[in-house]
Each structure stands twice: as structure tokens, then as C-alpha cells.
């Protein structure tokens, strides 16, 4: 076989390499010249499966290592026979982690605070138990939910009076409940001062020119955006208003990105029905790191601080010209060489201070002082 994959993907040649040439690159730069003899595709989020891309292809099976799946015209691909696979819930402990990590930098008392959760899937639903698990007050609006699944649920009203608001859907353009521009500029204006609004799910959920427009006029919410609209080419005017920008990185975690990949390539041996015996065990991923803090808000920013991140955002865009390719390029460039990151798994805290049921909760495991 001839497999095109995303560069991105990690351990995508190691996995499968038994089964062909796998030709790895940029995800935004794969386009139908590249799959005319392919029979794999392979992808994240920044590339666009649809019958343009797949025209006069024989690729019959396609796997996208994301949560997500609005970059994937999946009507086209059942109509085609194309094989589809995707991986829920293969990051969702890197976003929620994200999240949390955000709280602890600008809401410093956060868990006395109402969070808001809109989306309640693989994402906001565990967003949603860890925080109910650490006695967080927490609402969530997700009209495709009722409260025999989910107590809290409210309307959508009651979630823009929150603390802390995060945006966990995906983006639908149709349907009853669409997301496109959900937070539109009414919504966008009602927002509590000092309110904190964080978006890691999908940029055209906030409608970005109205947000920036509701900045100038004097909007005192806090606003963290990791999802932009559009990207890779952000509104560099919009950048200096929000609290902290990331790219696109919220569920780039070691663990996240490898879980990916994996699942996709448990889907593609039962397609295929195969059981090859491939060995890509990562000993780095069970070595843990000590860390000795003090509170669990210390914890988690030191096994992730996004205003690091930020700062690379602003860093690697500060020259550039609003509306330049060089924008495009430098966020995509930042995604491509994002540092290793490791979730709260990876992390050993002591038992300090009475807060280890509250590390545990997050998936720290506990070890003794030193």
C-alpha cells in the first residue's frame, strides 16, 4: 500500500510501516496530486477530506487522529465506501488539563467559582466529573443531553452567568442547535465583567470579528481563545485584547497525540483484519516526574502553564503584518515544533497538605515527601 499521513502523527510510521510506504507531510500541504496512488490517508485536524481531496483517488480508507471530525466530509466518504476512523477521547484528559491550567493562571480562587461547560461529550463531559469530583460548582448546557444523564444541565441563558465559561462542542452549521457563532456579539456582550471565557473547542464557535469589535467597545471579559477563527491565519488585531492565545495546542499532549494515532490504527486492523505483531511501547511514558508543591493549583500549573504557550504565540507573531502568510506560517510552525507535553498522569506529587484525594482525582499519582 501507499499511506499519505499528516507529519504530525506520531508513531504513524512505526505502526504502519508493515503495511507500506508511508509518506509523511504537512497536513495543510496534502492535496489530490499527492493520493492519486495512495490507498491510505492519514490526518489531524488541519486538513480537509472531502470529494475535491479524494476525486480520481483510490484511497479507501481514511482515519483522522482527532476528536473532532467537521475537517471530514463523512457523508462523501459513506457514499464512496471509503472506511472512516476517528479518535474520541484521545486528548480529552490533555484539554481538560488545558483548562484547569488556565483556571489556576487567571482565576486564582476557581474552585469557589460556577463554571459553565457548553458540550458535554468526550471533552466537557470529563471536564464536567473531575469537577464535580473536586466539589467545583458546575453547570453544563448541551441541548442533545437530558438531566437523567446529566443532573446539572441548564439553559443556555443560566451558562452566560457564570465564573468560567468553556466551550467543549463541535462546530455544526445545521440542524436545530447549530455552534456556528453560538457566541455571536449579543452573546458575547452579555458577558460578566471579569468573566472568563475559554475556548478549546472549535475557533468559529466564538465569532471572532465580533468579539474583537465587543473588545473595542469596552468588553472587560476575559477571554482565552486556543481555537481561532480562521486559522492558521488569526486576526493579529484581535491578539493583544484576549488573555492569553495558544495554537491550537489545548489536546497536544505526549499522551494525547500517541493515544491518537493508536486508535486509528486499531481501526484500520479491523478493517483490514489484520493482527500484525508491531511493538511501539514508549518506556518514557511510564517513568513519572516528582514534583514537590504545596497546593493543587501549584501542581497543575507545573505540570503545564499555557501562559508559556502564549507567550510563544505573541513572541513568534510580533513583527508580522496583519492579513500575512507569514501568520499562517509562523502558527502552523508552532504546532509542528510544540515542546513535549505530559498530562497529570505523568506526574508523582507528596502527599502534601490534605489535597491528595483532590491530586488523585486528577490522575496525579501520590508519592511520599522526600
Same mark, same amino acid.
Given at each position: ?6 507529519? /504530525? ?68 466518504? =459513506? ?57 467545583? /460548582? ?17 439553559? &443556555? ?12 462542542? $463541535? ?57 481561532? *477563527? ?6 493579529? /488585531?484581535?491578539?493583544? &485584547? ?54 493543587? =493549583? *501549584? ?6 502553564? $499555557?501562559?508559556?504557550? =502564549? ?10 503584518? $496583519? ?34 484525594? =483532590? ?9 511520599? /515527601?522526600?
Amino acid at each position: 500500500m501507499k499511506i499519505i499521513a499528516d507529519q /504530525n502523527m506520531p508513531l504513524v510510521k512505526e505502526l504502519f510501516s508493515e503495511f507500506g510506504n508511508v509518506e509523511l507531510l504537512p497536513g495543510r500541504e496534502i492535496c489530490n496530486a499527492h493520493l492519486l496512488d495512495a490507498d491510505l490517508l492519514l490526518v489531524r485536524s488541519v486538513t480537509r477530506v472531502d470529494e475535491e481531496l479524494l476525486a480520481g483517488t483510490k484511497v479507501r480508507f481514511v482515519g483522522s487522529a482527532t476528536i473532532g471530525v467537521d475537517h471530514v466530509d463523512t457523508a462523501f466518504l =459513506s457514499s464512496a465506501g471509503i472506511e472512516f476512523a476517528h479518535a474520541p477521547g484521545c486528548n480529552a484528559e490533555a484539554v481538560v488539563q488545558y483548562d484547569l491550567a488556565v483556571f489556576c493562571q487567571l482565576v486564582p480562587d476557581w474552585l469557589t467559582k460556577t463554571i459553565g461547560i457548553v458540550g458535554c461529550g468526550n471533552v466537557g463531559g470529563r471536564l464536567y466529573q473531575r469537577l464535580l469530583d473536586l466539589g467545583v /460548582n458546575c453547570v453544563v448546557y448541551d441541548p442533545f443531553l437530558d438531566k437523567g444523564r446529566v443532573a446539572d444541565l441548564v439553559e &443556555f441563558d443560566t451558562i452566560i452567568d457564570c465564573d468560567i465559561i468553556c466551550l467543549h462542542t $463541535p462546530l455544526t452549521r445545521g440542524g436545530k442547535h447549530p455552534t456556528y457563532h453560538l457566541f455571536n456579539a449579543d452573546v458575547i456582550a452579555r458577558l460578566k465583567p471579569d468573566s472568563v471565557l475559554i475556548n478549546a473547542g472549535r475557533g468559529a464557535v466564538v465569532d471572532n470579528k465580533a468579539l474583537y469589535e465587543a473588545f473595542r467597545a469596552g468588553l472587560s471579559a476575559r477571554v482565552v481563545l486556543d481555537v481561532w *477563527e480562521p486559522e492558521p491565519l488569526i486576526d493579529l /488585531n484581535l491578539l493583544p &485584547f484576549i488573555a492569553m492565545g495558544t495554537p491550537h495546542i489545548a489536546g497536544y499532549s505526549h499522551e494525547g497525540r500517541i493515544n491518537g494515532t493508536r486508535m486509528v490504527f486499531e481501526a484500520f486492523k479491523g478493517w483490514a483484519g489484520v493482527s500484525p505483531e508491531v511493538d511501539c511501547f514508549d518506556a518514557s511514558m511510564q517513568q513519572p516526574k516528582h514534583l514537590q508543591v504545596n497546593s493543587l =493549583s *501549584e501542581g497543575i500549573l507545573a505540570s503545564y502553564d $499555557p501562559a508559556l504557550d =502564549s507567550e510563544r504565540l505573541a513572541f513568534a507573531l510580533r513583527d508580522l503584518d $496583519p492579513g500575512s502568510t507569514d501568520v499562517a506560517t509562523a502558527f502552523d510552525r508552532l504546532r509542528r515544533e510544540y515542546p513535549v507535553r505530559r498530562e497529570f498522569s505523568f506526574y508523582q506529587v507528596a502527599e502534601t497538605n490534605g489535597q491528595s484525594e =483532590s491530586f488523585k482525582t486528577l490522575g496525579f499519582t501520590l508519592g511520599r /515527601n522526600s
